[in-house]
């Protein structure tokens, strides 16, 4: 078992800060349980996700990422993103919140807004991921509701501030089986750009996370989601809370699927450190990849697109 803390989000308040912050002030990482998520949901969308990735590749590329545009949704084969400049041994698709076409954003080209592309041949696919983005966005509020408590805001300090508007991503990925003797990654180490993600895993394994001891596996624990903070969180606090590597590789022998939605402040919002305590606390290890996150000024979306055109470069002209 991985030695990851697990956080019931029905504890009370305090108790769930409390826990928030040890973790975050550790490996950045812990298990979630009390979240309300009906597990016949995720089933759902496992089985939904999997009819889908066992479709012919002609037929997944009708949802081809370059068909989505600026929304920057859709689906990519294996290979098709990149970490750290290096092909992914996984496929995906993309998602965020669903927008009308005549919404402001949409009509102003605001880029990652629009709408969700979903496959035809499994119609019941895009339900499902519409119902998983106002579930998990629910969940995500809560959580920040404790982050900001264990950094001694008020519990409202997110939800009335950076994340009223949340940008809010969805991504299900497919890792194929590792060959043998293959020594490449189905997805490298690397952080997360955002605030907080929230994984939804299957049965097979395969996340690792690099905590002060060293890597460690963090395997599904039935009824949980892997719960982790992000490079923004990191620059907010002024590094007191540190956003964690972590990198995939399925040695399952089986077909891994995995559910990451990445809850971030709003798109168009200013993100300066957070007040009071949460700006001390800097402990003085360097970043896995070297970069100083409290060097970026402007808004998030300014930031999030710096970091998303490097994963398809050959998309970037499409919404940068």
């Not at 690792?208 to 039935?222: N, Y």
Request: glycine share 12%; proline share 8%.
């Amino acid at each position: 078992m991985s030695s990851l803390p697990i956080i019931d989000l029905a504890q009370p308040r305090t108790t769930v800060a409390h826990g928030i912050r040890a973790a975050c002030r550790d490996s950045g990482f812990f298990y979630l349980t009390g979240h309300g998520v009906p597990d016949e949901l995720l089933k759902q969308l496992d089985a939904a996700a999997r009819e889908f990735f066992a479709l012919p590749e002609a037929d997944k590329l009708e949802l081809a990422m370059a068909r989505g545009g600026r929304a920057w949704r859709g689906f990519f084969p294996v290979g098709g993103e990149l970490t750290s400049g290096r092909p992914d041994l996984k496929e995906g698709l993309y998602f965020g919140t669903e927008l009308p076409d005549d919404d402001p954003r949409v009509r102003a080209g605001l880029p990652l807004h629009g709408r969700n592309l979903f496959p035809a041949g499994v119609p019941e696919l895009g339900p499902l991921v519409l119902t998983c983005l106002d579930t998990l966005t629910a969940v995500a509020q809560e959580v920040m509701r404790g982050v900001a408590v264990s950094l001694d805001l008020d519990e409202e300090y997110f939800a009335a501030g950076y994340t009223a508007d949340p940008t809010v991503l969805f991504r299900i990925f497919h890792y194929p089986p590792a060959p043998d003797g293959d020594d490449g990654w189905g997805v490298g180490e690397h952080t997360d750009y955002g605030l907080l993600t929230l994984l939804a895993q299957d049965d097979n394994g395969g996340l690792q996370v690099k905590t002060p001891r060293g890597w460690i596996e963090a395997p599904p624990v039935p009824g949980t989601f892997v719960c982790n903070i992000g490079d923004m969180l990191d620059r907010l606090t002024g590094g007191w809370y540190r956003s964690t590597p972590h990198r995939v590789r399925n040695t399952s022998g089986r077909d891994r699927l995995s559910f990451p939605f990445f809850f971030d402040p709003a798109f168009t919002a200013a993100v300066p450190p957070l007040p009071g305590r949460a700006r001390t606390g800097d402990d003085g290890r360097d970043r896995w990849d070297g970069q100083d996150l409290r060097a970026f000024t402007g808004t998030y979306g300014e930031y999030l697109l710096g970091k998303v055109g490097k994963v398809f470069p050959e998309l970037g002209g499409a919404v940068l």
